[in-house]
């Protein structure tokens, strides 16, 4: 189970910070990602960490300002968003994957374990 939290409506230039921990299984070694989604659009990659290495990825128009980290001791991912922009706007999940390999750590198919979704709103 992956329960999130920290979502809410912010303004323009803003900044929120969600989070994500995993219960009921091991974490240490999975991919752990975020992904987002509007209605009527695919779920789209936002960040990924791959397993232990750490080694971050990110979707190019949130480059430089969102930061994607882990705390393997508390099962916890997080995903820190600053200057926040309308496009933004959108339902933010968690993944994590066991089996995750790099090749596919921007597809949703890369991954197992999903959060129930929080959702971002940015005003303009």
């Known amino acids: 189970v992956q329960l999130q939290g920290g979502g809410g409506l912010v303004q323009a230039g803003g900044s929120l910070r969600l989070s994500c921990v995993a219960s009921?299984?091991?974490?240490?070694?999975?991919?752990v990602a975020w992904f987002r989604q509007v209605p009527g659009k695919e779920r789209e990659f936002v960040a990924a960490?791959?397993?232990?290495?750490?080694?971050?990825y990110y979707l190019d128009s949130v480059k430089g300002r969102f930061t994607i980290s882990r705390d393997n001791a508390k099962s916890t991912v997080l995903l820190q968003m600053n200057s926040l922009e309308p496009e933004d706007t959108a339902v933010y999940y968690c993944?994590?994957?066991?089996?995750?390999?790099?090749?596919?750590?921007?597809?949703?198919?890369?991954?197992?374990?999903w959060g129930q979704g929080t959702e971002v709103t940015v005003s303009s």
């Open positions: 960490v791959f397993r232990r290495a750490g080694n971050t």
């Open positions: 009921g299984r091991a974490f240490s070694s999975d991919t």
């Open positions: 993944a994590a994957g066991p089996r995750t390999i790099l090749s596919s750590i921007r597809h949703s198919r890369g991954y197992d374990y």
